[in-house]
């Protein structure tokens, strides 16, 4: 059975730092592109960072040069690692496939699949 699951949020101070892992069982991440997506309260799911199955990684504007994915091939994972964590980054974090290589290049959560049940991020003092 092909699934992701999230780890790694948490309560955090505005300047804080967190490192999400998404974990996959049954399937090889490194063969896919992997994204991680955010939803906040009240709004849409919006796409945070993906890593190409080729190595290459695209970035939102809003966590452009704070946020960093990299994969970790021996444990199966693809890793956020979150610094200068700001009240507007607090949201429900997921990771997810992209089976067609189509989607997670443009941060659309359309046509991202095997999404994880998420874990919450929550910044503030």
């Known amino acids: 059975q092909l699934q992701l699951v999230e780890s790694g949020g948490g309560l955090v101070q505005p300047g804080g730092s967190l490192r999400l892992s998404c974990e996959a069982s049954?399937?090889?991440?490194?063969?896919?592109?992997i994204g991680w997506f955010r939803q906040a309260p009240g709004k849409e799911r919006e796409g945070v960072s993906c890593?190409?199955?080729?190595?290459?990684?695209v970035y939102a504007d809003s966590v452009k040069g704070r946020f960093t994915i990299s994969r970790d091939n021996a444990k199966n994972t693809v890793n956020l690692q979150m610094n200068s964590l700001k009240p507007e980054d607090t949201a429900v974090y997921y990771c997810?496939?992209?089976?067609?290589?189509?989607?997670?290049?443009?941060?659309?959560?359309?046509?991202?699949?095997?999404w994880g049940k998420g874990t919450l991020v929550t910044v503030s003092s």
């Open positions: 997810a496939v992209d089976p067609y290589g189509s989607s997670c290049a443009f941060l659309r959560a359309n046509g991202m699949d095997y």
């Open positions: 049954g399937f090889t991440l490194d063969d896919y592109n």
């Open positions: 890593i190409i199955s080729s190595g290459g990684t």
